[in-house]
Structures are given as structure tokens and as C-alpha cells.
């Protein structure tokens, strides 16, 4: 692959238009995982001021069949794995594919914490896919959309092995996965976030998206990122906001809404900045026509999608969208 004709495109365009930038910052790359983010800290943290949640843990269903730990794309040798889930059982007609990006921060959180919503929803009839990706500990931005364009790209070229329709692919995430699901679904096969290997001629476009309480723009108002915060974005970009505020624009998918941004749907807690941008992002899908949906829980902690009493709701939710958009 060469990557690195792809970055140096990339950081030439933005040095070039952001002048008297501060260095970029590699010192959140540690090369170790940071696995502070897991269902049970959520729920420790969350449990506080909702004592009637409980954990959505992993089904154990007889019509659910499960691949795990396949190579989607390999970068030097780091391997990346993804986990698919396929109901067997259901009809032979070609299916809709679900792509699941799990959040943390771009820094943390694990695909596994998506297994369950992966479970459910195969269980619907869905082939659901869980990736993981390099976090910012590994590689800073734009290589975790590398490799989740790699997934799409994966998906579509395997179509035929999982009994896919490629014209209904759908990505989906949450939190930093909801982000980053926007965020492919706003670029797809824009040049400038894309590579030239892991079945690089095949199209990256999905055909919808599900953005569970991931911010839709850095810079926006409501954004909870601050100009001089070291946060999660921070570590990721290597700039703050205020030493590169291009950068944090150009990473935001509000930036990238077209006439060929797929159908939308955003499911949301009570926690504004968790979706900053949302209703403008929905304002510029109904300037070009494009279908989109909100389910919000106005009493709902950021990963409400981890538990009951939001998680059931949410599966229904996301089927009910999809059944709409692709009327089957």
C-alpha cells in the first residue's frame, strides 16, 4: 500500500491552506492499547445517576452464526480483524449488511462491546460486521478511516460469500464510531481519504448511515471539544483545535455533506454535544432531498446503547430505518 503518498497528500493540503501552525503532536502514539474504555467502566460511571440500567450482554442465539477474528487488511504486520454475524436460517434473498464501528474516543473501546446490537440485528435477517481499527494510541487521523474504508471495500468485494446486496451496505456506530460512521458515509471515494490498497478498486460508498450519539462536526458551537483541551480529538488530530482549526474542519463530517450522502439516521441521548452539528447536518440532507430519521432518549446517558432499557429500543429502531430506506 502506499500510504505514504496518500498522508503526504493529505498534511500537504493542510499545512498549505493553514499557515503558522503549531508542530504536530505524535506523543499520544504509544503503540499500546488504551483499554480504559470498556462496557463496565461506562456502566460503573453511568449506574450513579440511573441505577435502573442494566448490561446488555451477549445472546446466545441458535439462528445467529458467527465468524470471528477474520483479516480485513493487513498494514505491515498489524492485521485487522473483524467479526461477522449472519442469521442462517432466514430467507435466501440477498441481504443488507451492517457495518458496526464501536466508540472510545478514537483512542480506546473495543468491537466486542458490539456484539450484542450485531447479534440482534443478524437475528433480524442482517449480516452485521464488527472491525476494529487503529486508535490514536497506533496512528493518528485520517488511518482509522483508512482502514474502515477498507472494511466497506471488504464487505462489497465479499458480497457474494455472505449473500450481500453491495447496494445496501450500511455503516453504523457509535459514539467515536457514530463520527467515524458519518464520516465514511459523507466521503466515500473522495481521494484525498482513500488508499490504493485492501481491494482498492472496489467502491468505498455505503448506502446508509447510523450515527448513534457521535458528534457530526469539531468546530460546530455545541461541540464539546475546547480550542486548547489535550482531548480525545486532540490526541487523534495531534493538534488542538486552536493550532489547527482546518484540520479539525476538514475531519468533521457536517464538512463533507453532498448530493450523494446516503439516508441518515441519528440515535440520541440527552447529552447535546454528543451530536453537535445533527441538526445541521439534516438541514443540508433536506437541501438535496435526502431521507433521514431521529430517535432521541431524552433521559439517556451517552451509552445508553449498551444498556437496557435503550437497547431493544434502538434495534427496532434501526430495523424500522432500514425497512424504510430500502422498502423490503
Sequence with gaps: MNLKVS?????????????????????GITGIRDTSFTVASAYAKDVKDHPQIKIVKEFDLETVKEQRDITYCSWGERELKLDVFKN????????????????GGWRTGHRSQHHPLAQQLANRGYVCFTPEYRLSTEALFPSAIYDLKAVIRWVRANAETYNIDPE??????????????AFL????????????????????????????????SFIHPDSGEKNENISAATHWFGYNKKENPLLWKLASPLTHVNS??????????????????????IEMLRNYNIYSEVISFETAPHSFILYHPWFEPSVNGIDNFLQRVFQF
Excluded at 459523507?186 to 448506502?207: M, P, Q, R, Y
Excluded at 441519528?266 to 447536518?281: K, L, P, T
Aim: aromatic share 10%; net charge negative; proline share 2%.
Design 7 to 27: 498522508l503526504f497528500a493529505f498534511f500537504a493540503f493542510t499545512v498549505f491552506v493553514c499557515k503558522n501552525i503549531a508542530a504536530q503532536s505524535f506523543e
Design 88 to 103: 442462517d436460517t432466514s430467507s435466501s434473498s440477498l441481504k443488507t449488511a451492517i457495518i458496526i464501528i464501536h466508540g
Design 185 to 216: 458515509g459523507t466521503t466515500a471515494n473522495k481521494a484525498i481519504f482513500e488508499n490504493d490498497g485492501c481491494f482498492s478498486e472496489v467502491s468505498s460508498h455505503v448506502n446508509a448511515i447510523i450515527d448513534i450519539d457521535g458528534t457530526l
Design 260 to 281: 450523494k450522502t446516503p439516508p441518515s439516521l441519528f440515535i440520541n441521548s440527552s447529552v447535546s454535544h454528543m451530536h453537535a452539528g445533527r441538526d445541521d447536518f
Design 168 to 181: 445496501k451496505i450500511v455503516v453504523s456506530g457509535f459514539s467515536a464510531g457514530g463520527e467515524l460512521a
